[in-house]
T-cell receptor, first 114, second 110 residues
Framework: KAGVTQTPRYLIKTRGQQVTLSCSPI?????VSWYQQTPGQGLQFLFE???????NKGNFPGRFSGRQFSNSRSEMNVSTLELGDSALYLC?????????????FGAGSRLTVL | GESVGLHLPTLSVQEGDNSIINCAYS??????FIWYKQESGKGPQFIID?????DKRQGQRVTVLLNKTVKHLSLQIAATQPGDSAVYFC?????????FGPGTRLSVLP
């Protein structure tokens, strides 16, 4: 069974640009969560989607947004990029909405903002 | 590969020895915990989980211990192997979200 697939794996943007990252969950998984990972802050929760609805949102500015499609695939968007947005963005899927369910992570999308 | 954390606490163990990685969690109401392993260039991988109604759970070569009194979680790896070198994170389920610890880098010495 295929794992969680994230694209692109690496990308470089400049300040002020916007970026869209994609995540395909494990087949049958309906929940997708996004995390930002940086050396200084570790893994920080961005948001979670279940059945195309945002269930939870972390403490990030409105420049960070996401959506989920009917096939459970998810995208996240960051607008007006700042240098501090450079990070590894991880997507995780689970069978049910977040609760006592194991999150299965993708390999991440490494964003560098210049 | 990507650097997961430049200033993480590091545990160095000899190959074949047992490793113990500790985690202090934040919320006494957390009722589910997971240990993840992250190798360079990869996303976190599930190792083992434990619910708050248990104080110990064993897997293959790994044991998780939960001490709710002091809000402490530990991961024990038996007969540590070079392939165990990675960053290890604990995660607690608090409310509807997982909160991740800062991670510990395990370095296995030959």
């Amino acid at each position: 069974k295929a794992g969680v697939t994230q694209t692109p794996r690496y990308l470089i943007k400049t300040r002020g640009q916007q970026v869209t990252l994609s995540c395909s969950p494990i087949s049958g998984h309906r929940s997708v969560s996004w995390y930002q990972q940086t050396p200084g802050q570790g893994l920080q929760f961005l948001f979670e989607y279940f059945s195309e609805t945002q269930r939870n949102k972390g403490n990030f500015p409105g420049r960070f947004s996401g959506r989920q499609f009917s096939n459970s695939r998810s995208e996240m968007n960051v607008s007006t990029l700042e240098l501090g947005d450079s990070a590894l963005y991880l997507c995780a899927s689970s069978l049910m909405a977040t609760g006592a369910n194991v999150l299965t992570f993708g390999a991440g999308s490494r964003l560098t903002v210049l | 590969g990507e650097s997961v954390g430049l200033h993480l606490p590091t545990l160095s163990v000899q190959e074949g020895d047992n490793s113990i990685i500790n985690c202090a969690y934040s919320n006494s109401a957390s009722d589910y915990f997971i240990w993840y392993k992250q190798e360079s260039g990869k996303g976190p991988q599930f190792i083992i989980d434990i619910r708050s109604n248990m104080d110990k759970r064993q897997g293959q070569r790994v044991t998780v211990l939960l001490n709710k009194t002091v809000k402490h979680l530990s991961l024990q790896i038996a007969a540590t192997q070079p392939g165990d070198s990675a960053v290890y994170f604990c995660a607690e389920l608090y409310g509807q979200n997982f909160v991740f610890g800062p991670g510990t880098r395990l370095s296995v010495l030959p």
